[in-house]
């Protein structure tokens, strides 16, 4: 491999600036060029393509979002999308490419890999943390971290108003960011995709919390179909508790934003050497994933799968803790 391509892709995450820093650092170190792909496929395909050099990416392990931006791109759906990124890869000389971005990013990844032979080393970055194959995504520290700071604020305005709050989070399907992020804030319960919150159950949890001990209560609603949001949760409690003082907060893209955690940093920046030392190895189409602090190689196949736990001990501990 003499020049590998970094692309970022799909929702942004904070520390994807730091994985990009990463693998352009370990690809010069090993005397291999780097070619900075803007707006993720998209492109790729229109050849928005750069040579980087190690000063390309000085003072940007701190930033939020990417430098290289990112990008949906339908085209890169469709076979002849894909084969014009073949082309434009080609005439720019890149042999091999590392794609940052979450299940979708990766999804693309893999077809593309499988139609022209090209080594692909993905990184998971989504601040959902709903890849399979690794404890932690990119970006989900960080992300966890605003939540948690928002939530303290909003309990400060809830018990002083003695209200019912409904704060909404982002995770996809995945309620990885509404129950640990309930857990850190002291919330009451988390409505996640994984567990259908039965509604007596939810009734049951604010009703008792409400008279026994609270003045004030707050639920984390993940923004997933089947959880319905935490607007239609909150419209379903109002209209059976009419005396609960139920207020929505919806928290949007701010979860997307700021400046990566030490954490993120870290995990970023190990991931990005251990992208270029895969490649080097000879792998191919895998995701760098961590188990138990160890960096571990993820198939796409089963990085993409969708079917990531949820562990049953923090629903439990949840529960537990908000009586
Ligand atoms: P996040 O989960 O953080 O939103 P993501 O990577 O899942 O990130 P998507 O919008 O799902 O974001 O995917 C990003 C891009 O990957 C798409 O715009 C498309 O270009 C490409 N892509 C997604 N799925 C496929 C697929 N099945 N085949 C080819 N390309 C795909």
Redesign the pocket.
Known sequence: IKCIGVLT?????PGMNAAIRSVTRTAIYHGIRVKGIYR???GLITGEIEDFETQHVSNIIQRGGTILKT???????TVEG?ALAHETMRAHGIDALVVI????????A???AEEYDIPIVGLP????N?LYGTDLTIGYDTALNTIVSAVDKIRDTASSHERLFFVEVMG?EAGFLALNGAIASGAEAAIIPEYAFEKDQLAETIENGFRKTKNSSIVLVSESESTGGAMKVAERVEKEYPQFDVRVVILGHIQRGGSPSAQDRILASRMGVAAIEALLEGQRNVMIGIVNDALVYVPFSKAIKKNKPIDEDLVDALRILSI
């Open positions: 892709s799909g929702g942004d995450a993720g496929y998209k990008a949906r791109c339908p085209e890169f759906c894909r971005g979450g299940d979708g990013s990766l999804s693309g893999r077809e593309f970055g989504t601040i959902d709903d996809r």
